[in-house]
C-alpha cells in the first residue's frame, strides 16, 4: 500500500536527516493537533512535540511497515508521550479546569469517513454501543481521560466505569472481527 | 458468561491504548510490552483497531521546531563527537579530564538544569574534574516503591543509565557530557529500570547546551 510517511519513517532508520525533515514536514501538523487536544496548553504541546520528534528519530528502527500505517505508529507514539505526561501530573491538577474546557466528542470521525472501510466498520460497531458508553470510550481515546476524570464526567462510581469500558472494548473487538 | 481468560489481557492492552490506566498499571502495562510478545501483540492489535478514531485529531500550526530538533539530534561537532563515543568513553575521560585539570584546575561546571514543575523538582547537573555530580535542589524523592533513574542520550543513541537518583547528591566519574547531549529523569520502580531503557515516564530532561 502506498504509505509515503511511512517511507520516510524507514529511511530515517537508516539516518537519512532529510527524511526527517520531510517527515516534520508531513506529520508535524498532525502530531500538534494531537497534542493540543490532550495536553491542553500550546506551550506544553509544543514542548512535547520536540519530545514525540525526538523519539521518532531515535525509535525509527523499531517502525515496522507491515505492521501497519506510518501515522498510525507516529500518532500511537504521539498519544503515549501525551497520555505519560497527563499521569505523570499530581492528581491536583487534572481538576475540573480541564474536563470544562475539553471539546465535545461526538463521532464526527466515523460519520466524516464514512467512505473508507476501517473507518465504516468502527463506525457500525460504536452504534451497537449505548451511546454513552461510545461516548466514553471515544473521550478516553481522544482527549486522554483517566478513568478517573470518566467516572466524574459521567457521574458513575470508578469501578462501574472500569467495567462499562472493559465490556464496550470487548463488544467492540467482536463487532470489528466479525 | 464467564469470559475467556485471554479477555483480561485484552481489556488490559485496550485500556492501555485508551490511556485510562492510572500511572502505576500504566508502568506496569508497559513492563509488559516490553517482556511478553503475546501481550505486545495484543496493544498492537488495538492500535490499529483504534486507529480509524485519529481522523478526528484535527491538524494544528506546529511551530518550526527543526532547528532545535537538530541541534539536538545532530550536533555540529564531528570530532568533539568521535572523542565521546562510548567505545572510547574512557580514553576519552582521561584525555578530556586531563586536559581539564591542566587549563583551568577543576573548576565546577553547570551541565544542565532538570526541572519538572508540575512536581516542583529540579535536579542540578555540574561536572568538575573528572566527576559528574547530581543534586536535587527542590523537591522531593521518588515516592515509596519507585525511584528517579537519571539518563544520558547521546545524539541518535540510545539512552545509557547514569544511575539513581535517591536522597543523597550523586557524584560519578563521568567525562563533560558534549553540547546537543540529553540528560533525562524518568520515574523507575524501586532498583531501577529492569530493561536497561527507560521504562516510566520521563519526569524531566534539558539538552546539554554548552
Known amino acids: 500500500m502506498d504509505d509515503p510517511v511511512a517511507d520516510l519513517i524507514t529511511r530515517c532508520a537508516a539516518q537519512d536527516r532529510a527524511a526527517f525533515r520531510a517527515l516534520y514536514d508531513a506529520a508535524s501538523g498532525k502530531l500538534m493537533g494531537v497534542l493540543l487536544r490532550i495536553l491542553g496548553t500550546r506551550s506544553e504541546a509544543e514542548d512535547a512535540l520536540q519530545e514525540v520528534f525526538t523519539r521518532v528519530w531515535l525509535r525509527a528502527g523499531r517502525f515496522d511497515a507491515t505492521r501497519g500505517r506510518g501515522m498510525t505508529w507516529l500518532i500511537a507514539l504521539t498519544r503515549n508521550h501525551a497520555i505519560d505526561r497527563l499521569r505523570a501530573r499530581p492528581a491536583a491538577t487534572e481538576g475540573d479546569d480541564v474536563l470544562a474546557a475539553l471539546p465535545d466528542a461526538a463521532p464526527r470521525a466515523e460519520a466524516r469517513l464514512a467512505a473508507q472501510g476501517e473507518a465504516r466498520r468502527i463506525a457500525e460497531c460504536f452504534d451497537t454501543l449505548e451511546s454513552d458508553r461510545a461516548q466514553a470510550v471515544r473521550g478516553a481515546y481522544l482527549d486522554g481521560l483517566s478513568y478517573d476524570q470518566l467516572a466524574r464526567r459521567f457521574d458513575v462510581p470508578l469501578n462501574t466505569m472500569r467495567t462499562w469500558l472493559r465490556r464496550s472494548l470487548l463488544k467492540l473487538r467482536e463487532c470489528m472481527e466479525q | 458468561m464467564i469470559p475467556p481468560p485471554h479477555d483480561d489481557d485484552d481489556a488490559l492492552a ?197
Open chain 2, 14 to 210: 485496550a485500556e492501555y491504548v485508551l490511556g485510562v490506566l492510572d500511572l502505576p498499571d500504566r508502568l506496569a502495562a508497559e513492563s509488559r510490552i516490553r517482556t511478553e510478545a503475546a501481550f505486545a501483540a495484543r496493544v498492537a492489535g488495538w492500535e490499529q483497531r483504534l486507529a480509524p478514531l485519529n481522523d478526528d485529531y484535527p491538524e494544528a500550526p506546529a511551530p518550526d521546531l527543526m532547528p532545535a530538533l537538530e541541534a539536538r539530534l545532530f550536533p555540529q561537532a564531528p570530532v568533539r563527537r568521535a572523542w565521546f563515543g562510548w567505545l572510547s568513553g574512557l580514553a576519552a575521560a582521561a584525555v578530556v579530564a586531563g586536559a581539564v585539570v591542566f587549563f583551568r584546575p577543576e573548576p565546577v561546571l553547570d551541565v544542565a538544569m532538570l526541572v519538572n514543575e508540575e512536581h516542583g523538582i529540579t535536579y542540578m547537573v555540574q561536572h568538575k574534574g573528572e566527576m559528574l555530580m547530581v543534586s536535587r535542589m527542590k523537591g522531593d524523592a521518588a515516592p515509596a516503591g519507585q525511584v528517579h533513574e537519571l539518563w544520558i542520550i547521546p545524539p541518535g543513541g540510545a539512552p545509557q543509565s547514569l544511575g539513581l537518583l535517591g536522597d543523597m547528591p550523586m557524584e560519578m566519574p563521568y567525562p563533560m557530557p558534549p553540547k546537543g547531549w540529553t540528560l533525562a529523569v524518568s520515574m523507575e520502580p524501586v532498583g531501577g529500570s529492569p530493561t536497561g531503557q527507560p521504562t516510566g515516564p520521563v519526569l524531566m530532561s534539558a539538552t546539554v547546551s554548552a
